[in-house]
């Protein structure tokens, strides 16, 4: 079987679905995961979380920790990684190379199969502000975007519009998850005590992550992220619009908003429903013992 070669670029740290999304990546016999790059802030302790999962999959992707600060200069309150502090004193002497996540992402959109980005879309931006040429693109499915939720911003576009901005300009067919799809997919308490249960490695270092997730937020676990590689992966579970998809960089209260017109041959398609049982049970399938 031919796998599919994939790049993830992450903030993993701040939300759990991250850790779920670079979980199911590793848990997918599809998928070669060749890459992975870090953003926002700590991308260095990001890149550590990232390798502990990589470990425990017994893969060995090259990992970036790629930008610390964002494109915009609107003030806003950036998210932090909060690193599990059982990795606070262990380090895989991680640092931001912005080199390093240049040449990646050059690779990445010169010959892999698919990129993924489930965070601010720091690093995407800036690649293609250095090389704007698109002529050769891999497919491209990023968690980001609302427009279902009237006048909902959305996390991963609001904290850097203008990097949203470059990228959605840029002009590559986009598939995107949309902020509702995540919240649709949220897990039930059943789902995340099965999920508890599991032994294989991936799921005990995930487990682990969400065990300290808990402590700050609860039992929310909305599936935001994930979502795209089952988008990836077993697409009929999605309902989707065409069309062109646009971010408000100008306004100051509705900085970061996502716009979408309707037209069947616009380059972006954006998932507003989902069959949630369909979607989860797939991808709990894959992280299961």
Same mark, same amino acid.
């Given at each position: ?97 912005? +080199?390093? =996540? ?5 690779? $990445?959109? &010169? ?9 601010? %879309? !720091? ?69 995340? +005590?099965? =999920? ?5 490695? $991936?799921? &005990? ?9 808990? %402590? !700050? ?73």
């Amino acid at each position: 079987m031919t796998k599919l070669t994939v790049h993830l670029d992450t903030d993993i740290g701040d939300d759990i679905d991250d850790a779920f999304c670079l979980s199911l990546l590793l848990r997918c016999p599809e998928i070669e995961l060749k890459s992975v790059s870090t953003v926002l802030n700590d991308t260095a302790g990001r890149a550590d979380m990232c390798r502990e999962l990589c470990d425990a999959a017994k893969q060995s992707p090259k990992i970036v920790a790629g930008s610390r600060s964002v494109i915009t200069r609107r003030q806003n309150k950036h998210g932090m990684t909060r690193k599990p502090p059982h990795l606070a004193s262990k380090s895989f002497d991680y640092k931001a190379d912005g +080199a390093a =996540l240049l040449a990646t992402l050059a690779d $990445v959109r &010169k010959s892999y199969d698919v990129l993924l980005t489930i965070g601010p %879309k !720091t690093n995407l931006a800036l690649s293609l502000v250095v090389d704007p040429d698109i002529s050769r693109f891999p497919r491209y499915l990023a968690m980001a975007g609302e427009i279902t939720y009237s006048a909902h911003r959305e996390w991963n576009i609001l904290v850097d519009p203008e990097a949203a901005d470059v990228v959605i300009r840029a002009g590559m067919p986009i598939d995107f998850i949309s902020f509702k799809i995540g919240v649709d997919t949220k897990l039930s308490i059943e789902e995340q +005590a099965w =999920l508890d249960k599991q032994t294989n490695p $991936v799921a &005990k270092v995930l487990n682990n992550y969400r065990a300290q997730f808990r %402590k !700050t937020h609860g039992q929310l676990q909305n599936m935001y992220d994930p979502m795209t590689v089952v988008a990836l992966l077993n697409p009929d579970s999605f309902t989707w619009r065409r069309g062109f998809l646009s971010v408000e960089v100008v306004g100051e209260h509705t900085m970061g908003q996502t716009i979408f017109k309707e037209d069947a041959a616009g380059p972006h398609r954006i998932a507003v429903a989902v069959d949630a049982e369909k979607a989860k049970k797939w991808m709990l399938d894959r992280l299961g013992d």
